[in-house]
């Protein structure tokens, strides 16, 4: 089956531009996460989403920073009037449910600002 | 905040070598992951130990679960180029992050022919 995908793989913006990240996570996850990824460094969590329960927003490092997941499946996670320090790679995990259980992640956005 | 450390950060070594990389923290978790992460492509799960002083084989990776539940390590035997990536270890359940992962800062371990 199909694993997690994510859109664009690459993003170059201005400096003050919007942009928006898409994740389609594996069918029939439902717990899906955020995460960002610095060169070489760890994974710093953003959000996740777990069923139809409120998100956990609490790794948003501003509130230019915004997720939504529609219908329980596809998240786009958007930042606003994007700054030098936002670019990084993006990505998106799945699984089943939270906690210990595996995460499925995507090949990451690699988001530059310029 | 939660935080695991990694240790070491950077390793290169030659084929055939061995080599032990280390993940700590001053919390307790229920559980801890490792995961390899290759350029350009997300993280893959190589493990999850649960039990504290669990040990796990995969081939010639072996991992580890400290008594407390508040370190873990994973030995790799013979190292190979294959073997070559970024190396995270994340731990679930901890006292403050609850059911999501709290991410190690990766060891990125290059093994050279």
């Known amino acids: 089956g199909a694993g997690v995908s994510q859109s664009p793989s690459n993003k170059v913006t201005e400096k003050g531009k919007d942009v928006e990240l898409r994740c389609d996570p594996i069918?029939?996850?439902?717990?899906l996460y955020w995460y960002r990824q610095s060169l070489g460094q760890g994974l710093e969590f953003l959000i996740y989403?777990?069923?139809?329960?409120?998100?956990?927003k609490s790794g948003l490092p501003s509130d230019r920073f915004s997720a939504e997941r529609t219908g329980g499946s596809v998240s786009t996670l958007t930042i606003q009037r994007t700054q030098q320090e936002d670019s990084a790679v993006y990505l998106c995990?799945?699984?089943?449910?939270?906690?210990?259980?595996?995460?499925?992640f995507g090949p990451g956005t690699r988001l530059t600002v310029t | 905040t939660q935080l695991l450390e990694q240790s070491p950060q950077f390793l290169s070594i030659q084929e055939g070598e061995n080599l032990t990389v280390y993940c700590n923290s001053s919390?307790?978790?229920?559980?801890l992951q490792w995961y390899r992460q290759e350029p350009g492509e997300g993280p893959v799960l190589l493990v999850t130990?649960?039990?504290?002083?669990e040990v796990k084989k995969l081939k010639r990776l072996t991992f580890q679960f400290g008594d407390a539940r508040k370190d873990s390590s994973l030995h790799i035997t013979a190292a190979q180029p294959g073997d070559t990536g970024l190396y995270l270890c994340?731990?679930?359940?901890?006292?403050?992050?609850?059911?999501?992962?709290?991410f190690g800062e990766g060891t990125q371990l290059t093994v050279n022919p």
């Open positions: 995990a799945s699984s089943f449910t939270t906690g210990a259980y595996e995460q499925y």
């Open positions: 130990v649960v039990t504290g002083g």
């Open positions: 069918s029939g996850h439902t717990a």
């Open positions: 994340a731990g679930a359940g901890g006292e403050t992050s609850g059911s999501r992962l709290t």
């Open positions: 989403f777990q069923g139809n329960s409120a998100p956990d």
């Open positions: 919390s307790v978790f229920s559980s």
